[in-house]
T-cell receptor, first 110, second 117 residues
């Protein structure tokens, strides 16, 4: 089976830094993705990790440790528009299907 | 980036009727598409993998006779919710992998919100 866990909700202040953790236990691993989803909209791609280490893209960074089954998404210089759900997803199987975690709702306050 | 389009965006139907949702890859060919369902305040649950020219592969617990998937061409997959009931009300999202994409990134359609009365 597939098990991907994230905290349900997090709150942070505008301008701050927040780290959203994701732990996974999956049958197979082709890579790990982070997506952002605003309410009522489709997810949008944020980052991709296939090797251990940190990937940085502007205000967003994502880290992966395959041996620990662990990833985190780091958001810097938080803005109000960053209030959204953040979804961790693992690519598994020959078709590279994405299995999503429980999702983390982030609320950024002034 | 690659574009995936879904239609309709919103649909309201009576209990017992069937509803068809279309998913199109507009600027690339997708041999594989994925259908997800999302209930309010929950994450995306994979329903099935849609393969062009062959039968869909359903996830455990998803009724294949209720959620009919057809992938007749390289740019179109359809999901038909048969004999819909209020508990089928949900946000249905399709996705496809862009041609030549090395990362395996999925591009998502806009989603279709189904409300069954």
């Amino acid at each position: 089976g597939q098990n991907i866990d994230q905290p349900t909700e997090m709150t942070a202040t505008e301008g701050a830094i927040v780290q959203i953790n994701c732990t996974y236990q999956t049958s197979g691993f082709n890579g790990l993705f982070w997506y952002q989803q605003h309410a009522g909209e489709a997810p949008t791609f944020l980052s991709y990790n296939v090797l251990d280490g940190l990937e940085e893209k502007g205000r967003f960074s994502s880290f992966l440790s395959r041996s620990k089954g662990y990833s985190y998404l780091l958001l810097k210089e938080l803005q109000m528009k960053d209030s959204a759900s953040y979804l961790c997803a693992v690519s598994v199987g020959g078709f590279q299907k994405l299995v999503f975690g429980t999702g983390t709702r982030l609320l950024v306050s002034p | 980036g690659a574009v995936v389009s879904q239609h309709p965006s919103w649909v309201i139907c009576k209990s017992g009727t069937s509803v068809k949702i279309e998913c199109r890859s507009l600027d690339f060919q997708a041999t594989t598409m994925f259908w997800y369902r999302q209930f309010p305040k929950q994450s995306l649950m994979l329903m099935a993998t849609s393969n062009e020219g062959s039968k869909a592969t359903y996830e455990q617990g998803v009724e294949k006779d209720k959620f009919l998937i057809n992938h007749a061409s390289l740019t179109l997959s359809t999901l038909t919710v048969t004999s819909a009931h209020p508990e089928d009300s949900s946000f249905y999202i399709c996705s496809a992998r862009g041609a030549g994409a090395n990362t395996g990134e999925l591009f998502f359609g806009e989603g279709s919100r189904l409300t069954v009365l």
